[in-house]
């Protein structure tokens, strides 16, 4: 790169450069290149003329606050993939079908068991936000346990309706098998339509955070 270019390239590039301001630098004897200011003892000049660039302590670069780059964003830490049943195979009822990962593969797993043995699945209740639980826990669970924060919340869990059918057992154990538990198999009140993971528990700051990252 030509020297005399320096400072129009990083205008152009939006780093917020000034023509003249690596003269400094320019004016060093034997520099060979426009770098080489920067890999030996700055002058004091080379300094002040990086000062209004690099900012003052404790500030920031100015370099990074103009960038025309955009900070990374993080990685989600909640994330939810749609069941996608084949049709036919499972009853909605209006449930939202986004799980896990990890749980996603498992009630998949458990749908293609039971659609081979013609039993479909008529779902209750998935993921949920702080709105379904609360009117969950208000009586819209019936007579089945509801916590104040549920697998889910964190897409971990699903409700089977149908547990007084004679068909119920064979969806628990196609559940059991693709690798889910089962809430009648609790010690205390039994929850005999849950199927759930629980990787962590549900707790008022994950399950918020679950819902901010997958608004419907």
């Known amino acids: 790169m030509d020297d005399d270019r320096l400072p129009d390239f990083l205008e152009i ?37 990086l000062n209004p660039l690099i900012g003052s302590a404790g500030q920031g670069s100015s370099i990074f606050r103009h960038s025309p780059f955009p900070p990374a964003m993080p990685d989600a830490t909640c994330p939810l993939v749609p069941l996608d049943p084949a049709p036919g195979t499972v009853a909605a009822n209006g449930s939202d079908l986004r799980f896990s ?6 009630v998949r797993k458990a749908t293609d068991t039971l659609n081979q043995q013609g039993r479909p699945l008529d779902v209750s209740s998935g993921f949920r936000t702080a709105a379904d639980q609360l009117r969950m826990r208000q009586g819209g ?48 009140k039994k929850d005999r339509p849950h ?22």
């Not at 450069?17 to 004091?44: V, Y």
């Not at 990962?101 to 498992?106: A, C, N």
């Open 13 to 49: 590039n939006g780093f917020g450069a000034r023509p003249g301001m690596f003269a400094a630098a320019r004016r060093r004897p034997g520099a060979g290149d426009p770098f080489s200011a920067l890999t030996s003892p700055p002058t004091s000049s080379f300094v002040q003329a």
């Open 141 to 188: 669970s019936g007579r089945n346990p509801a916590a104040r924060y549920s697998d889910h919340g964190l897409g971990n869990g699903i409700d089977i309706n149908g547990t007084a059918l004679p068909t119920f057992p064979a969806i628990i154990q196609a559940f059991k098998q693709a690798g889910a538990q089962w809430g009648g198999d609790y010690r205390g």
């Open 101 to 106: 990962p990890t749980f996603v593969g498992i």
């Open 195 to 216: 199927f759930y993971i629980r990787p962590v528990r549900a707790n008022a700051t994950n399950t918020a955070e679950c819902e901010r990252e997958n608004p419907r």
